[in-house]
C-alpha cells in the first residue's frame, strides 16, 4: 500500500466494495466510486436496488422495508466488509455509517479510520 496512490487506493476499495456487494448482496451496483477525504473514505454507489426493490421502493412502507433489510445484511457483512477496508487502507476502522436512498437507488458507505490516510498518500 505504501507507494500506491490516493486514486490507486480508492479505485482498489471501489473494485471490492463491488465485489462485497455482488457476492453477498446479488448483485453489483451500476457505479461505484470512492473518495480518501482525511480520515474517512466515503463509498457511493450507483444503481444499487433490484427490479424488485424498485418496485417495492414505490410505497412508504416498501421503502423502509428496503432500508431495514439492507441495514440488517450490511450489519451481519460489517466485520468482512471492515476488514477489506481494513488490509487495503492499513488502518484500522473506527466505525462504519451507511444509508440507502430508495428513490434514486443511491447508497453511501462512510468508514472512519484511525488515522488520516489522505495526508500519507500521495495525490
Not at 85 to 90: A, D, K, L, P, R
Amino acid at each position: 500500500m505504501s507507494d500506491m496512490t490516493k486514486g490507486q487506493i480508492e479505485a482498489q476499495i471501489s473494485e471490492a466494495i463491488i465485489k462485497f456487494e455482488k457476492e453477498y448482496m446479488g448483485r453489483g451496483p451500476m457505479e461505484t466510486k470512492t473518495y480518501i477525504i482525511k480520515d474517512m473514505v466515503f463509498v457511493r454507489l450507483k444503481g444499487v436496488l433490484t427490479p424488485a426493490e424498485e418496485q417495492l421502493a414505490k410505497t412508504a412502507e416498501g421503502s423502509d422495508l428496503i432500508k431495514k433489510t439492507r441495514v440488517q445484511l450490511l450489519e451481519g457483512a460489517r466485520l468482512l466488509l471492515e476488514n477489506i477496508i481494513s488490509e487495503i487502507t492499513g488502518c484500522q476502522i473506527k466505525s462504519l455509517h451507511t444509508d440507502i436512498s430508495t428513490k434514486t437507488g443511491e447508497r453511501v458507505i462512510i468508514f472512519t479510520l484511525d488515522r488520516n490516510l489522505e495526508d500519507k498518500l500521495k495525490t
